[in-house]
């Protein structure tokens, strides 16, 4: 089993940044991969970004460009850095943890101003 913590959101003006921090616990944390989801209410969760075992990185189309995934395996640590935000980046996120199932983090708000 994987116990995922989120922190670092927040409220932000358009334009601003945030650094999302995931910390990881409980299992192997180098043979997951790692992956950003975020949801809104009424909607359905989306990925967001997603930083595999080997390293590579895949992102929503909305956000390339903006925002950048990485992980530290020796801290068993993932982050997302989010650049140039927008109010449609207005919703909690989801640190996850996938191999043969899914852990979830809590969830962290993050809320765009215009």
């Known amino acids: 089993q994987v116990q995922l913590v989120e922190s670092g959101g927040g409220l932000v003006q358009a334009g601003g940044s945030l650094r999302l921090s995931c910390a990881a616990s409980g299992s192997i944390f180098s043979i997951y991969h790692m992956a950003w989801y975020r949801q809104n209410p009424g909607k359905q969760r989306e990925l967001v970004a997603r930083?595999?075992?080997?390293?590579?990185?895949n992102y929503a189309d909305s956000v390339k460009g903006r925002f950048t995934i990485s992980r530290d395996n020796a801290k068993n640590m993932v982050y997302l850095q989010m650049n140039s935000l927008k109010p449609e980046d207005t919703a909690v996120y989801y640190c996850?943890?996938?191999?043969?199932?899914?852990?979830w983090g809590q969830g962290t708000q993050v809320t765009v101003s215009s």
């Open positions: 996850a943890a996938l191999r043969l199932t899914t852990y």
């Open positions: 930083v595999f075992s080997d390293g590579n990185t």
